[in-house]
């Protein structure tokens, strides 16, 4: 018997959640990278099997900042600060200016709207805990922009 795509999904998710979980113990100590990539791989496969890209890249995003912020940050690109602001501006559905635009009045925004503003909301909470960690670049200066934007987000 072959499993349904949404069967594939959940078993995935299964899998991101229990080594998502042992990622975010801290007695697990450096160990706690290598648990955090096994819980990546799964949800890659949870999104190959047809996840939201946005719901994944939200899990994903806060679990590279937690780990940034607890065991502090490395050469790795998954572990590197400034690689994961660019991963998060690369992610948000919309550009900051019409963002922007569309946050002043948000209450009267058509619902789909009112979403993409939250999934823009939703990716950047992660780029908040890791702040202190970013280098001096044009990609923390846009970052800084869209966390100054956030608070007015729906």
Sequence with gaps: MVDSPPGLINHWLAVWEL??????????GE?????????MYALGR???????AITANVSR?????????????TGSSLWNPDALAADILAALPL?????????ANWQQRPRSEILT???CKSLLAP????????????????????????????
């Design 95 to 103: 550009r900051r200016e019409r963002a922007a635009t569309w946050a």
């Design 31 to 39: 160990g706690q990278r290598m648990w955090a990539e096994t819980a």
């Design 117 to 119: 503003l939250r999934q």
């Design 127 to 154: 780029a908040q805990s890791i702040r202190g960690y970013l280098s001096k670049t044009p990609t923390t200066t846009e970052l800084d922009e869209w966390l100054g934007l956030r608070e007015q987000l729906p």
């Design 19 to 28: 080594n998502s979980f042992y990622a975010r113990q801290p007695e697990q």
């Design 61 to 73: 995003f806060h679990l590279r900042a937690g780990l940034i912020d607890d065991l502090g940050p």
């Design 46 to 52: 949870a999104e190959a099997a047809g996840l939201d």
